[in-house]
């Protein structure tokens, strides 16, 4: 089993949202797996082409500048910044 590393506990949750990169003119649809007030999981179709940092626009307005932590093929641990 993996150690938790984080400080604080991040809440499960299933919202839509869109990494927006290149000032805007670029955008990957990507889905929220769980939420802290520092950081997200996020998961994608494919994290080929994706900056390690970008902002987070959620389907609910929210948005975040976004440093990523970790990836999998398919999935990213972003810190807030």
């Known amino acids: 089993m993996q150690e938790e590393r984080r ?3 991040r809440s499960r949750t299933l919202k839509g949202g869109r ?3 290149n000032d ?5 649809d990507c889905t929220v797996r769980n939420l802290s007030d ?11 082409g994706l900056p390690n ?11 975040f ?3 990523t932590i ?8 972003v810190r807030f910044l």
């Not at 805007?24 to 990957?28: D, K, M, P």
């Not at 520092?38 to 080929?48: D, I, Y």
């Open 7 to 9: 400080r604080q506990h």
């Open 19 to 21: 990494i927006v990169t």
């Open 24 to 28: 805007g003119h670029s955008t990957f």
């Open 38 to 48: 520092e950081g997200a999981k996020l998961v994608v179709t494919s994290v080929f």
């Open 53 to 63: 940092r970008f902002r987070l626009a959620m389907a609910d307005g929210r948005n």
């Open 65 to 67: 500048d976004c440093e």
């Open 70 to 77: 970790w990836h999998t093929e398919a999935e990213l641990g």
